[in-house]
């Protein structure tokens, strides 16, 4: 079933756990504008040919009777109302509503930044802290601003290169944030897609099930490099993710330190 | 094809349509007041929304005195506007002359304390040196929204400023009682010198945004009031109805300015 | 009172004319050459998206000459001039040719005559409301041509982008794109004001509430929207403003870093407001552009189907309907700025509730076909065309209002398709459809029918071909708004999946807006031959139509009416009733050939007019 809606839609591959019910919404939405554009097409196809002038030069006194539009009104007034109470809402809270989120002890918890045309992904570390920052911090080795006496900013893992490491099958909670205008952060085959709007932090989650590369583009138009502001997302074994961990914690108490 | 003869004319410019109970201007700006009631609106909610987002906000940063003067003199004008429409219906020109000109009169009153709060909050400074101290206050002599930049462009740029601090506990600005200490800065020491313009917060921009656009209606207000009272009260002596209702529509406009500023006093001055 | 005048010189006749009918002609060639110009930036455009860094042909190098290398550097178009071009496009489309042609033109020619009024209520503000949406538009032209180019920040203009787009200038592209909005804003104030006046107080007698014609309804809800949705765009404009010129920070919010270094501002804004105000007004204005087209389209079936329209109380309910909602409904723009479960879901039943009223308007239209007698003249097909092509852009208005859809159609090509479907093959083609309807009242002469159906058989296609390939784009997750066409996005050796099909059908898209370009030359060209050579009409009433505006004579003279017209009937009386006639005009009574005196209250008796 999933394989046909993605096919019938062109969507592309699914790679998280939510997206199934996302796309099954989508489905259903294009179904209900199917039935009800052919229908009526051939309802309006069959009226200009059956009543053109030629064929029928006096106009009936009175038109249509009874009540079906009405029925076909309400009747698309309670398919909506179906989508919406059925799918659309139970999903958003799920992923959009904090109340529901999964225990961040059991997640990954990654902030991702967005910057005029790239991205940062910032782990908390193994205390699972994020430090405090300030603008007054900025500098070029220290772009997010890391408060250099907050103990808990220490161990705080910082990629630069736009690249979001996480590993697969466990849920990731992404907080969504800019520092200078509104990104987009989206990766359409997880069915993920949230705004990067500088001065908020917006949380959202998901689950990647399979490993591989996808493609994080910028939805929101961000200057002239907007076009360009691709990232990679790279859902890994649990193994690898904890070498990745390892590794950029090696290279961050080298000589880069934010003193 | 026809002849052409100009055979209506646009009715209820005078007369109140029957079943509306109009005449056209009267519901024209009626109409115009809602666009205007969505417009401060909009600039309201921008207010209280930025309030509710910001972690400190400014208050009593301006001069309740002042303010209360101009609301009194806005109440008076809003009853002269009356006055005016009334000594028409009762046919009485002079009358109206002499409130139309007190209605104008008092909105340049308005006008002129405003402009005399706007230039203290340009002479009011902010300064802040390279070792994070800062202070507000004044500038010996009183320059007008001076900048860093624009004090080091002159021609000879001074090497110090001397400042005033305000009182300490001092919250509004523009206080006449310094009895702080003169500083004498070095300007090379300076890392931030600005007025109490828009840019120093969100409080100020939307006060300056909000009493600016009252300000503007109020000029609107004296441009149609004064052309009504001068060269437009000719109407009076060829369509007197007509001149009444326009007086009458001038007046709706100047109650409405005169409302808005009956929010802006307590939003921005006492709250 | 005005009988005795010398006749108006020159330019108080066609330049600063009072005359509603003046105006609206002025209005209406005004938004025609713009929708031109916004047109012609699309074209330009697609050319980059189709071929990304390539020279354009022929016109690359005009604008080479014209804006300079910074922008168009070898004729190739720079990342900032397309998002220049794509800004002024929306713009443009949007406020400078679809309202002002709307509203401006239809809604200021037809709306006096449809209710038998002489003039506009205020003559002398319509004349004004002309010039300041000129003004406007010059505005929005000239900031083409300043240094760093015109404002480059998409329609949206969404800051803190808006204020932070173009640092080097001081007055740039963004500053006039606001002055220019305020100047389009009062203007739309002053027309709204105008119209709404009119409509009430100028009705003429017998003209109840239930009687006018569903186009006069369309303007009264439209103009109502334009009243109290656009000040607060008004107000986010001066906002805006002042964060770029002043310094201020109403949308900008502490802690902003820039190019890698920290901003110098106070901080403390929300760039959420701006979206708000904005959407506030952007939203109820997306219904600004379509129920005029409605209204034209309902006049146009009713007329060549012969018929009276099917439900013509539920049409103006819907039309209320759709009105109020429409300021409830906003944020659907904004689901994915972080809102939570009551917020995202207040929104999307609001805007699920919207979609009833339009879904009951295009029943209504398609049920008044049954049992008519269709004819099919010009601008009887673009009006039968508007039905599937806004019935396709309103459908696919669904899955973008379920938020959990939105996630992952939010900013693609499926936006722009679905919208482009309302306002291109929807409201376009209405707006053609009055412009073939009441060609022959304005100038006396009929517009060559053939070539209008070619016109309509060409426009059709290429729309089509156009928009529909952009909803797979989208589905596929190509945003808007790339410079590159998604070129960026292609699968590579180390991406799992990229665009695939949605780069190909950029080619495709491409050649199909150009030849939607061409095929208007037959329109252009029969717009203007039919001026001096089109088929003159025979009677006042070409079309044997029931409205009041045909009870004129051709072309109408100033004060529109020989006689004082009384209003007997309902607008849509269209059916058999009596020996060759299958219509009685609104002006007159029972029996159209004896015309008897009536009575209305406290007046004298008064004699209809005799038929034309
Ligand atoms: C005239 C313009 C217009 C109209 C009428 C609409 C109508 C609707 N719009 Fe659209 N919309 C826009 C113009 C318009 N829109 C624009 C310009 C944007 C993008 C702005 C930007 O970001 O730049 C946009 C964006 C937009 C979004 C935001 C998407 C995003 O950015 O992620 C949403 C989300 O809810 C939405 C929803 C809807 C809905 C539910 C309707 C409903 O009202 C539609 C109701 C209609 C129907 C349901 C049709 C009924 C059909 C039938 C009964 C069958 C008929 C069949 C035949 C005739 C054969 N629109
Ligand atoms: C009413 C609004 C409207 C209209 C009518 C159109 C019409 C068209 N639009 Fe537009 N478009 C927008 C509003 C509109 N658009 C908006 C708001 C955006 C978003 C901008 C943003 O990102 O901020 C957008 C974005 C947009 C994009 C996406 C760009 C991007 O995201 O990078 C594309 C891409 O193809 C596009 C294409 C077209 C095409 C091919 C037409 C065609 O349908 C045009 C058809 C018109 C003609 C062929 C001209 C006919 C001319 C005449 C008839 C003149 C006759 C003259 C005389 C008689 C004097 N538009
Ligand atoms: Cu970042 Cu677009
Ligand atoms: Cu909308």
Redesign the pocket.
């Known amino acids: 079933m999933q394989d046909l809606i993605i096919k019938l839609l062109h969507l592309p591959p699914l790679a998280s756990e939510h997206g199934a019910e996302v796309d099954r919404l989508l489905f259903l939405v294009h179904l209900l504008m199917v039935v009800?554009?052919?229908?009526?097409?051939a309802?309006?196809l069959y009226t200009l040919w059956r009543y053109r002038q030629r064929k029928h030069p006096r106009p009936d006194a009175v038109g249509v009777r009874g009540h079906l539009s009405s029925y076909?009104e309400v009747g698309?007034a309670g398919a909506e109302a179906l989508l919406l109470i059925g799918l659309a809402v139970p999903i958003w809270a799920r992923t959009a509503s904090a109340g529901n989120f999964p225990k961040p002890e059991e997640s990954t918890v990654v902030r991702i930044i967005g910057r005029q045309f790239n991205w940062i992904a910032r782990y908390p570390g193994e205390d699972g802290v994020f430090g405090r920052g300030d603008v007054k911090f900025v500098s070029q080795q220290n772009p997010l601003g890391l408060d250099p006496d907050d103990p808990a900013g220490k161990d705080d893992i910082i990629v630069e290169n736009s690249e979001v490491v996480v590993p697969v099958g466990k849920p990731v909670i992404a907080y969504v944030s800019s520092l200078d205008v509104i990104h987009g952060f989206s990766v359409k085959p997880l069915r993920v897609s949230y705004d990067a709007i500088p001065g908020l932090s917006n949380p959202t989650w998901f689950t990647p099930t399979h490993e591989g590369n996808f493609l994080i583009t910028c939805s929101q138009l961000c200057g002239n490099g907007h076009f360009s502001m691709r990232g990679l997302l790279r859902v890994v074994k649990p193994e690898e993710f904890a070498a990745f961990l390892k590794e950029k914690r090696a290279a961050a108490a080298g000589p880069v330190s934010y003193e | 094809m026809h002849a052409h003869a100009a055979s209506m004319t646009i009715p209820h410019t005078v007369t109140p349509r029957p079943d509306t109970g109009l005449y056209n201007a009267r519901l024209g700006i009626w109409l115009f007041l809602a666009s205007e009631v969505m417009l401060f609106g909009a600039l309201f909610s921008s207010y209280i929304l930025l309030r509710v987002g910001a972690s400190e906000w400014p208050q009593r940063q301006l001069s309740i005195p002042l303010g209360t003067l101009n609301t009194l003199v806005l109440i008076l004008s809003s009853i002269s506007v009356v006055m005016a429409w009334l000594a028409l219906k009762h046919k009485e020109f002079g009358r109206f002359k002499l409130w139309q000109g007190a209605t104008v009169l008092l909105a340049l009153l308005f006008l002129t304390v405003k402009a005399f709060e706007y230039h203290d909050k340009f002479t009011h400074y902010y300064v802040q040196t390279r070792d994070g101290r800062s202070w507000t206050g004044h500038l010996e002599g009183k320059p007008f929204n001076l900048t860093l930049a624009r004090l080091q462009a002159g021609a000879t740029p001074p090497t110090e400023i001397v400042f005033h601090p305000d009182a300490a506990g001092h919250g509004r600005t523009g206080g006449k009682t310094d009895h702080a200490e003169a500083l004498r800065l070095p300007v090379s020491e300076l890392v931030k010198l600005e007025a109490f313009g828009p840019w120093r917060n969100t409080f100020y921009a939307i006060y300056f945004v909000l009493t600016g656009l009252h300000a503007l209606h109020v000029i609107g207000g004296i441009l149609v009031l004064g052309y009504f009272w001068g060269p437009g009260s000719r109407m009076w002596f060829r369509e007197p109805e007509r001149f009444t209702n326009r007086i009458e529509v001038a007046g709706l406009y100047w109650h409405f300015v005169e409302l808005v500023w009956i929010f802006l006093f307590p939003t921005l001055y006492l709250l | 009172m005005h009988d005795h005048h010398a006749p108006p010189g020159f330019w108080r006749r066609y330049i600063f004319s009072t005359d509603h009918k003046v105006v609206g002609i002025q209005y209406g060639l005004t938004a025609l050459v713009f929708l031109f110009i916004g047109y012609g930036l699309m074209a330009l455009m697609r050319w980059q998206l189709a071929y990304p860094g390539q020279p354009i042909p022929i016109f690359g190098k005009l604008l080479l000459a014209v804006l300079g290398p910074d922008l168009a550097d070898r004729g190739i178009m720079s990342p900032d001039l397309y998002n220049s071009f794509g800004a002024m496009h929306?713009t443009i489309m949007?406020f400078l040719a679809i309202v002002p042609l709307a509203v401006g033109a239809f809604g200021n020619y037809v709306v006096p005559l449809q209710i038998g009024a002489p003039d506009m209520a205020f003559p002398r503000l319509n004349m004004m409301s002309y010039w300041v949406y000129f003004v406007g538009g010059v505005i929005m032209l000239v900031s083409f041509f300043i240094p760093g180019g015109a404002a480059k920040s998409?329609?949206?203009s969404y800051s803190p982008l808006a204020t932070i787009a173009d640092p080097v200038h001081q007055i740039d592209g963004q500053t006039l794109w606001l002055i220019g909005m305020v100047f389009l804003i009062t203007s739309s104030l002053l027309g709204s004001i105008n119209i709404i006046t009119t409509i009430i107080q100028l009705r003429a007698r017998g003209l109840g509430w239930m009687r006018l014609p569903f186009f006069v309804w369309a303007q009264l809800v439209t103009a109502f929207i334009l009243l109290l949705a656009f000040p607060p765009l008004e107000a986010a404009g001066v906002l805006q403003l002042c964060d770029n010129l002043f310094g201020s920070s109403f949308f900008l919010p502490t802690g902003l870093v820039v190019g890698g270094r920290p901003l110098e501002v106070s901080g403390g804004g929300s760039p959420l407001l701006w979206q708000h105000l904005f959407w506030f007004l952007?939203?109820p204005e997306?219904?600004?552009?379509?129920l005029p087209?409605m209204g034209i389209v309902a006049e146009v079936l009713a007329n060549n189907t012969r018929k009276p329209l099917f439900g013509y109380k539920s049409l103006v309910y819907s039309a209320m309907a759709?009105g109020f909602i429409s300021f409830l409904?906003w944020a659907?723009?904004m689901?994915?700025t972080g809102m939570g479960t009551k917020i995202s879901t207040f929104?999307?039943t609001t805007?699920?509730l919207?979609?009833i009223p339009?879904?009951i308007i295009?029943?209504t239209l398609?049920l008044t076909l049954w049992g008519g007698s269709i004819r099919f003249n010009t601008p009887m097909l673009f009006a039968l065309a508007f039905?599937?092509m806004?019935?396709?852009?309103?459908?696919t208005?669904?899955p973008?209002?379920?938020s959990a859809t939105?996630i992952q159609?939010?900013?693609?090509y499926y936006?722009?398709g679905?919208?482009h479907y309302?306002?291109a093959p929807?409201?376009i083609f209405a707006l053609f459809a009055g412009i073939y309807y009441w060609y022959p009242k304005v100038t006396g002469r009929l517009m060559n029918d053939f070539w209008g159906k070619v016109h309509f058989a060409l426009s059709l296609v290429f729309m089509n071909l156009v928009f529909m390939p952009m909803f797979i784009q989208g589905l596929e997750g190509m945003h808007?708004r790339m410079y590159d066409g998604g070129a960026t996005y292609a699968a590579g050796p180390d991406v799992a999946y990229g665009l695939s099909l949605g780069l190909k059908l950029n080619i495709g898209i491409s050649h199909a807006a150009w030849l939607l370009g061409l095929a208007q030359v037959p329109f252009i060209v029969n717009f203007f031959w039919s001026l001096f050579r089109g088929r003159k009409v025979e009677s006042d009433n070409p079309w044997q139509a029931t409205t009041l505006e045909w009870a004129t004579p051709t072309p109408p003279p100033h004060g529109n009416f020989l006689e004082e017209p009384v209003v007997c009937r309902g607008p849509y009386e269209y059916g058999p009733v009596g020996p060759g006639r299958d219509f009685v005009p609104q002006h007159l009574s029972e029996s159209p050939l004896e015309p008897a005196p009536v009575h209305v209250h406290g007046r004298e008796p008064l004699t209809r007019p005799q038929l034309v």
């Open positions: 009800l554009f052919v229908g009526w097409s309802f309006f076909l698309v | 929306g949007v998409g329609w949206t952007a939203h997306v219904y600004v552009l379509i087209a759709i409904v659907h723009h689901y994915l929104f999307q805007t699920m919207i979609s339009s879904v295009l029943t398609m039905l599937p806004f019935g396709i852009g309103g459908l208005g669904l973008l209002g379920f939105d159609l939010h900013d693609t936006v722009i679905h919208f309302v306002v929807g409201t808007r």
